[in-house]
């Protein structure tokens, strides 16, 4: 994609209308930036949930459907996040393959209170 047109052209060797067809899909392949807050990082213990909020930015520069002649329909795509485990953390988008992204963290988790105590001790 950083190689001069005059270059690319002679490497490729496609017509013009298939030159078409690969600018317009580097065009609309999904372009993100992810960033991730976990909620009281500091006050995690085993057993209770953990809140992480997630922010997903496109960086649109040409928006329509996915670009896939060979789907059945028309899709726009679209993201999901998942943390399975507190060893497994991605996020992916369900159009384009090779659009997943993996987000490394650590939480420091402290040990469950035990029954009968209370915060207020």
Request: hydrophobic share 35%.
């Amino acid at each position: 994609m950083e190689m001069e047109d005059d270059e690319r052209t002679a490497l490729l060797q496609l017509t013009d209308a298939q030159m078409a067809d690969v600018a317009r899909f580097c065009n609309r392949y999904p372009n993100i930036e992810l960033s991730y807050e976990v909620a009281e990082k500091d006050n995690i213990k085993s057993g209770s949930p953990v809140l992480v909020q997630v922010q997903l930015e496109r960086e649109e520069e040409v928006t329509g459907p996915v670009i896939a002649p060979l789907f059945p329909q028309v899709s726009d795509g679209g993201w999901l996040s998942e943390i399975p485990s507190l060893t497994q953390r991605s996020a992916s988008f369900d159009a384009y393959m090779g659009c997943d992204q993996e987000y490394k963290f650590s939480v420091d988790v402290k040990e469950a209170d035990s029954e009968g105590e209370s915060d207020s001790d």
